[in-house]
């Protein structure tokens, strides 16, 4: 069966600090990779998706990257946080050639950037 | 500009019925889904409707009108566990998801 892990589960971070986020998939080969953020009260925020290694698409321009080293291996990044970039991150993946797109979420990583 | 629009949060009582509603607007349509989300947790999917007309499953069932952009997620005989918050996405013509806030479901005894 296909599991998805992420972490650190919990991280506070100062402004200014770099940020790792890692996210792998297992059980199924060549997923769509997403990382979401979650703000309370609003809806999930699609920050960027992956259909391949290397293959990296924004949706939202910020101080964040995303990188794909390998098939199954998700990375969200920031060389310096801001204070905006506290939220709930998710990690999320989804297979290929299917009739609809559901999608499978890690179990969430909560930043506080102070 | 897209948008989704569902309840903040609803409250019901044990053994009852609710009905969240959905309300949509977006750049086409591929499909809407369901999603419960637990506090602190991950999204779990629950429902997926590209039709008109009900889809059941189990105690839960999820209706679409897509000539209203509408739909609702009906929970039946409601357990304390159903204490969640329901999201409501819909997938649009570039097969994006577009995310409502959700809906905060509290179950009284």
């Known amino acids: 069966s296909q599991t998805i892990h992420q972490w650190p589960a919990t991280l506070v971070q100062p402004v200014g600090s770099p940020l790792s986020l890692e996210c792998t998939v297992e059980g199924t080969s060549n997923p769509n990779l997403y990382w979401y953020r979650q703000a309370a009260g609003r809806g999930l925020q699609l920050l960027f998706y992956?259909?391949?290694?290397?293959?990296i698409s924004s949706e939202v321009p910020q101080n964040l990257s995303a990188s794909r080293p390998q098939d199954r291996q998700f990375i969200l990044s920031s060389k310096k946080l801001l204070l905006s970039d506290s939220g709930f991150y998710l990690c999320?993946?989804?297979?290929?050639?299917?009739?609809?797109?559901?999608?499978?979420f890690g179990e969430g990583s909560r930043l506080t950037v102070l | 500009g897209q948008n989704i629009d569902q309840p903040t949060e609803m409250t019901a009582t044990e053994g009852a019925i609710v009905q969240i509603n959905c309300t949509y607007q977006t750049s086409g349509f591929n499909g809407l889904f369901w999603y419960q989300q637990h506090a602190g947790e991950a999204p779990t999917f629950l429902s997926y409707?590209?039709l008109d007309g009900l889809e059941e499953k189990g105690r839960f069932s999820s209706f679409l009108s897509r000539s209203k952009g509408y739909s609702y997620l009906l929970l039946k005989e409601l357990q304390m566990k159903d204490s969640a918050s329901y999201l409501c996405a819909v997938m649009d013509s570039n097969y994006q998801l577009i995310w409502g806030a959700g809906t905060k479901l509290i179950i009284k005894p």
């Open positions: 409707n590209v």
């Open positions: 999320a993946w989804s297979e290929k050639n299917r009739d609809f797109g559901e999608l499978f």
């Open positions: 992956s259909v391949g290694i290397g293959q």
